[in-house]
C-alpha cells in the first residue's frame, strides 16, 4: 500500500516530511544536511553477549543487554513513499535524526525502512558507495572496538548469532554496514557504533535492490 510525503522547500528547494502510519508521529530530515563523521566502527555489544565489558564473551540467541531497559517498540513497517530529492533511482538515504533508510525508486517514489543508527558520539554523514554485499556474513571487530571491549570475540562466523545478521552491504572503504538484526526492538534506536542496522527481513529485501557501486547518502 502507498503511502504520501509532503515536498516542502529547503537548502535547494526540497525536504521530505515522510508519510508515517496513524500509530506513529511524523518527522522531518534535511536531505541537503552534513556533518564531519566520528571514527566508530560495528556495534559494541554482539548478538549473545550476556554480561558487561569485562566479563566473558557468551556466545547465544538474542543481541545482548542494552545500557538500560529500554521499552517495547512497535515493529516499523516497511512503505513505499512519494520522495521527491535530487537522488537517482538506486541510491540509499539514511536519516540519522530520523531513523529511517529510503531506497530511492523512480517516479518520485521510495521504500521506506527503519534502521537503527549510532548512539550519541558514535554518529556521522557523508556520501559514499556500497562496496561489497554478503550473505550471512562473518564478522571480525576492528581494532578500535576491541580496544573498548577485549572480552568481544576476535572472529565470529555467519550465521544467526552473528551481529551482521543475515545480509550486509559494506560502505565505502569504511569498516561501517548496513546490516541485519536479530533484535527487531533495537530499530528505530540509537544504539550502535556507527552501522546502519535493519531487521533480518529487511535488509534481506534491500540486499536484493542494491547493487555494488550503489550511492549511499548518510544524514544527520
Not at 520522495?83 to 523512480?106: C, D, H, Q
Not at 562473518?138 to 565470529?156: G, I, K, Q, V
Not at 572503504?173 to 538484526?181: A, D, K, L, N, Q
Amino acid at each position: 500500500m502507498k503511502t504520501s510525503a509532503t515536498v516542502l522547500a529547503a537548502l535547494f528547494g526540497a525536504s521530505l516530511l515522510a508519510a508515517v502510519p496513524a500509530h506513529a508521529a511524523s518527522s522531518y530530515y534535511d536531505p541537503f544536511g552534513a556533518s564531519d563523521a566520528e571514527d566508530a566502527y560495528g556495534d559494541d555489544q554482539p548478538y549473545g553477549y550476556q554480561g558487561t565489558p569485562g566479563r566473558a564473551y557468551q556466545p547465544g540467541y538474542g543481541q545482548g543487554v542494552q545500557a538500560a531497559p529500554q521499552a517495547q517498540v512497535q515493529p516499523i513497517p516497511r512503505e513505499v513513499v512519494a520522495f521527491n530529492a535530487p537522488y537517482k533511482p538506486g541510491t540509499i538515504v539514511v536519516s540519522t535524526s530520523e531513523r529511517r533508510l529510503y531506497f530511492v525508486m523512480p517516479n518520485g517514489e521510495a521504500i521506506r525502512y527503519g534502521v537503527g543508527v549510532g548512539r550519541p558520539g558514535f554518529t556521522w554523514s557523508g556520501t559514499k558507495t556500497i562496496t561489497a554485499k554478503r550473505e550471512w556474513p562473518s564478522w571480525t571487530p576492528p581494532a578500535a572496538m576491541l580496544a573498548r571491549r577485549p572480552d568481544l570475540p576476535r572472529y565470529m562466523a555467519g550465521g544467526i548469532e552473528n551481529p551482521l545478521g543475515a545480509r550486509a552491504m559494506y560502505i565505502g572503504s569504511t569498516e561501517y554496514r548496513i546490516h541485519g538484526s536479530n533484535e527487531p526492538d533495537t530499530i528505530g534506536q540509537a544504539v550502535s557504533s556507527g552501522c546502519i542496522r535493519m531487521t533480518n527481513e529487511d535488509v534481506t529485501d534491500l540486499y536484493e535492490r542494491v547493487r555494488v557501486g550503489a550511492k549511499v547518502v548518510v544524514l544527520n
